[in-house]
């Protein structure tokens, strides 16, 4: 199986601020690596597929890159509504997820 | 807009059988090019990838789960379902559906609010 990891696991930041969160997997996943965004209560969100394509509707201020094994998942200038958990997850063998960064104000 | 909503008992008795349905609005579940899938998050964990159910009619599973598991689906009323068998404890999750569309590599797209399953006696 392929694990994924997540740097931090959590991370306290202000509105306004720029964020990066590391993913690593433990085997190469190519760009088979989608990002997303989960609030409590709710259903995660799609953010990021493909390591960089932006989602539609998701907004300019979210971006990714990387491929292989080494993954970034960027916010500038943070927004209220930003403050969440965020997933990476793999699609090149089977499917897995990463276990979250919890990203707090 | 797609629309996916989970429905099934919350609560399930150890070594019973889990039964979820997703319906599904706005797509057809045999749209080309679509995948339909089961997940989970345990408590204080991550998630899980279960199953799919894919719009040709092939299914794939998680290897830890294969033997007690089954992904279906029923077109003429637009719902895929998930059967798990001999439950346990660590069974107790969230389940979501969740939709993927073959152009983004099944990235879980569209997703049902979740249900609460409960396994207790």
């Known amino acids: 199986d392929i694990q994924m990891t997540q740097s931090p696991s959590s991370l306290s930041a202000s509105v306004g601020d720029r964020v990066t969160i590391s993913c690593r997997a433990s085997q190469i996943v190519s760009t088979y690596l989608n990002w997303y965004q989960q609030k409590p209560g709710k259903a995660p969100k799609l953010l990021i597929y493909?390591?960089?394509s932006l989602q539609s509707g998701v907004p300019s201020r979210f971006s990714g890159r990387g491929s292989g094994t080494d993954f970034t998942l960027t916010i500038t200038s943070l927004q209220p509504e930003d403050f969440a958990t965020y997933y990476c997850?793999?699609?090149?063998?089977?499917?897995?997820f990463g276990q979250g960064t919890k990203l707090e104000l | 807009q797609v629309q996916l909503q989970e429905s099934g008992p919350g609560l399930v008795k150890p070594s019973q059988t889990l039964s979820l349905t997703c319906t599904v609005s706005g797509a057809s579940i045999s749209s080309d090019g679509h995948y339909w899938n089961w997940i989970r998050h345990h408590p204080g964990k991550g998630l899980q990838w279960i199953g799919y159910?894919?719009?040709?009619?092939?299914?794939y599973y998680n290897p830890s789960l294969t033997s007690r598991l089954s992904v279906s689906a029923d077109t003429s009323r637009n719902q895929f379902s998930l059967k798990l068998t001999s439950v346990t404890a660590a069974d107790t999750a969230v389940y979501y559906c969740?939709?993927?569309?073959?152009?983004?590599?099944?990235?879980?797209?569209?997703w049902g609010q979740g249900t609460t399953v409960t396994v207790s006696s």
């Open positions: 997850q793999q699609s090149y063998t089977m499917y897995s």
């Open positions: 969740a939709g993927g569309r073959e152009y983004q590599l099944n990235a879980f797209d569209f």
């Open positions: 493909g390591a960089s």
């Open positions: 159910f894919y719009s040709g009619g092939s299914t």
